[in-house]
Nanobody, 126 residues
């Protein structure tokens, strides 16, 4: 399974951005998906996760409100929309996949995921 993130760029504070994660080598609908981010000098942190069918999502407390995770299994893509970007959102954003058909369990730890992308850089200027 290969994951490739895209959509990261240099933006102004207050703008919105949609990150995309394209999955290949397997059927996306077999996987729960998550987004993480790693800010400079900090550990990777959980942002959001979405179940295999897209029916339920879960967010870390710090990311509720401005972040929205979604998926399109037909297009083999998972998305993370970030609204009202702030300089502190500057980070490398990673998507991750874990084989799961659960619609009720949310995977929030890095170790929960089997496959990772290389990340996409988001830089927010003030």
């Amino acid at each position: 399974v290969q994951l490739v993130e895209s959509g990261g760029e240099l933006v102004q504070a207050g703008e919105s951005l949609i990150l995309s994660c394209e999955v290949s080598g397997s059927i996306l609908s077999q996987y729960a998906m998550g987004w993480f981010r790693q800010r400079p000098g900090q550990e990777r942190e959980f942002v959001a996760t979405i179940t295999w069918n897209g029916r339920t999502t879960s967010y870390a407390d710090n990311f509720k409100g401005r972040f929205t995770i979604s998926r399109d299994n037909d297009k083999n893509r998972v998305y993370l929309q970030i609204d009202t970007l702030r300089p502190e959102d500057t980070a490398v954003y990673y998507c991750a996949a874990r084989a799961s058909y659960s619609s009720t369990y949310f995977y929030t730890g890095s170790r929960d995921y089997e496959f990772w992308g290389q990340g996409t850089q988001v830089t927010v200027s003030s």
